[in-house]
């Protein structure tokens, strides 16, 4: 038996993995060590050993996986890839249990030994594992965004399709645990279209796309990605996503203001790192379960969860972490101390300035404290730090314009209560409407208060420029801050629209533009502002995009039709003959559809219900072509 062939069927095994069906793979991979060891071919003996090695380690067996490493090195020639893989996935197990500088010695020999033997493949599994198991844990997110793209580019010049998932992964979780969620969802589109189902990976990307859905889709949409995931979790048995689920899950219901369950998750995520050792997430879910705590007033628990998971990061050096814990720590302090200062030279060390633009409700008013601390050098490091905060990009704002007005900072949603006082959010929809989204004082006041002399709305126009700041931005104008997104000066105010914003408006523009109608239509939601259906400062643009929906919904009927999707084109037809009853050519489309469905009244009564409304309306009749299938389908009915 050739080492090839023992190669052949490890790789099969890992097939069975992928898709879902980990127990058989390891049972299988157990016979083909059986029939290695029958052969007494040491080579192929030391290949069976690191095939079932793996399978081990991905249970989380880490003693049956170092036992039968350790055997695999004694046997394995000192420059053969079977060394490379064991001492790779050593790796992986100091990792896992907590001794990240023995996981990083053994990932760079077996790098090396890749690199001599130029075996690409476990170079990119090198990276990938210094990227997931290192990189990421200890907070160096510069260099885990180098490895896990270097990792890809080898994946994909090696066409290993079914694994792209891995270095995406860790592209995506930096972007995410850095606040670059626009980045991070373009990761995710990638890694949709690259995991099987059922797959590890597909647990994976439910969990991502649920983290970066916090806030924006309902906690009944998320829990359907968490129920996924966790359902994956549990047929795999991989520790990593069994914790991952457990603690999105808390976040999930933090988010919505479910404290005891978001508290009961957090207890599971406890329990299941300790339960399986698995060191590298403890830290994290004595965090999560610390900020339930916090949002609970539950101080003294949550102080004692973030001393705990100091004393594990240390141990792992996990920077981040640790610069989280005393984050927090800080924010529970009665007068600013050495939390705060702790806190803010690990975030500046580390570069996590993200940090405190995320956790705005806690950085502000903490920093805002740390400039009145009786020290000097807490009041010197806080300006620094508030300085440096007003450098962080802001985050992106989300406008739904069609269908109903909502607003969303990041994934903060704006409640309708706070945007409309002062007419905050007339201002800002004016400005979202306006070319460059900026608009003199004169302009704005002719559209908010026409019958009003300008001279005397001034005070009006600086209260509308000061509520949209607040809702934007509270902790900013709670501190007296400038905002990163309303700027007045020399007579304009302005907008600044962050990058990865989207305005469904604007998406819906863009669309049509490119006759791209399908898309176009996946924009609209509803009218135009619905619940401003007197402001006459919208009559223009409700000119400009009632003819532009119509297009869109007669164009896909067309197309419809044209596919003989008949029911669908149907629907669009009477959603356009609800914005224009009188369009003509969506009727014959309707009666056209009709009849391919066998609907001859529905047919007539579309027909009908035009002439009628032509009739008295506008003092005419249908066009001539349509009157001609009306009266071909007449003839048809006798």
């Known amino acids: ?46 290949v069976a050993l690191v095939g079932l090695a793996h399978f081990h380690f991905r249970q989380g067996h880490y003693n049956q996986t170092q036992s039968l490493l350790t055997e695999a090195l004694r046997i394995a020639p000192a420059s053969s890839f079977s060394r490379c893989d064991a001492l790779r996935i050593l790796g992986n197990c100091a990792a896992e249990q907590g001794d990240p500088g023995c996981a990083e010695v053994y990932y760079h020999q077996a790098a090396d030994l890749a690199r001599e033997l130029d075996y690409r493949y476990a170079l990119y599994k090198c990276l990938h594992s210094l990227a997931t198991n290192i990189y990421w844990p200890q907070g160096q997110f510069e260099l885990c965004l180098a490895a896990g793209k270097e990792a890809l580019a080898l994946a ?3 066409n290993v ?76 048995g991989d520790p990593g996503l069994n914790v991952e689920v457990r603690l999105g899950l808390c976040r999930t219901y933090r988010n919505a203001g479910n404290f005891p369950a978001a508290a009961a998750w957090a207890e599971d995520a406890v329990a299941v790192t300790v339960r399986l050792n698995y060191r590298q997430f403890q830290a994290i879910a004595l965090i999560e379960r610390a900020r339930t705590a916090m949002a609970m007033g539950a101080h003294s628990t949550a102080i004692t969860d973030l001393k705990s998971a100091i004393e594990i990061a240390k141990t792992l050096r996990a920077n981040f972490d640790l610069a989280q814990a005393y984050f927090y720590l800080a924010g529970m302090e009665e007068a600013p101390g050495p939390f705060l200062q702790e806190a803010l030279r690990r975030i500046q060390a580390g570069g996590y300035s993200f940090l405190l633009d995320e956790e705005r409700e806690i950085s502000y008013p903490l920093l805002a404290s740390g400039l009145s601390a009786v020290d000097s050098e807490t009041r010197q490091c806080t300006a620094i730090f508030l300085k440096n905060l007003q450098s962080v990009p802001p985050q992106p704002l989300y406008v739904q314009m069609l269908g109903g007005f909502r607003v969303k900072v990041g994934t903060r949603r704006i409640e309708k209560k706070v945007l409309g006082q002062r007419r905050a959010d007339e201002l800002l929809i004016l400005l979202l409407l306006a070319p460059g989204y900026t608009l003199t004082f004169e302009q704005i006041s002719e559209a908010m208060w026409p019958e009003k002399d300008p001279g005397s709305t001034r005070s009006f126009f600086h209260q509308a420029c000061s509520k949209l700041r607040h809702a934007l931005e509270p902790e900013s104008t709670a501190q007296d801050l400038p905002s990163r997104y ?122 009908k219900q035009l002439e009628k409304i032509l009739s008295e309306e506008l003092g005419t009749q249908p066009h001539a072509e349509l009157r001609t299938y009306f009266q071909s389908i007449n003839e048809r009915m006798k």
């Open 1 to 46: 038996m050739g080492e090839t062939s023992i190669a052949d069927q490890i790789e099969a095994c890992q097939a069975l993995e992928r898709s879902g069906e980990v127990g058989a793979a390891l049972q299988r991979a157990t016979l083909i060590l059986n029939a290695a060891k029958n052969s007494g071919n040491l080579a192929d003996v030391a």
């Open 486 to 607: 309303v700027y007045v000066e020399d007579g304009r105010v302005g907008l600044h629209i962050p990058k990865g914003s989207r305005v469904d408006l604007h998406d819906f523009y863009a669309c049509c533009r490119q006759e791209q109608w399908e898309n176009a239509l996946k924009t609209i939601q509803g009218d135009l502002l619905p619940e401003y259906p007197f402001a006459e400062w919208l009559f223009v643009e409700r000119q400009r995009v009632s003819p532009l929906i119509q297009q869109a919904l007669l164009l896909n009927a067309q197309q419809l039709i044209q596919s003989s999707q008949f029911s669908t084109a149907l629907e669009y037809v009477r959603r356009l003959l609800t914005i224009e009853p009188w369009h003509e050519q969506a009727v014959l489309l309707g009666m056209q559809a009709c009849m391919a469905l066998q609907d001859k009244t529905g047919a007539r009564r579309l027909y």
């Open 161 to 236: 399709v079914e694994e792209l998932w891995f270095p995406l992964a860790d592209i995506a979780w930096v972007y995410w645990s850095t606040g670059q969620y626009e980045l991070a969802g373009e990761i995710a589109d990638q890694m949709e279209r690259s995991v099987l189902p059922g797959s590890l990976g597909e647990g994976f990307y439910c969990c991502l796309r649920a983290g970066l859905q916090q806030g924006i889709r309902s906690t009944e949409n998320l829990l359907i990605l968490y129920t996924r995931a966790r359902s994956i979790a549990e047929s795999t």
């Open 156 to 158: 994909q010049s090696l």
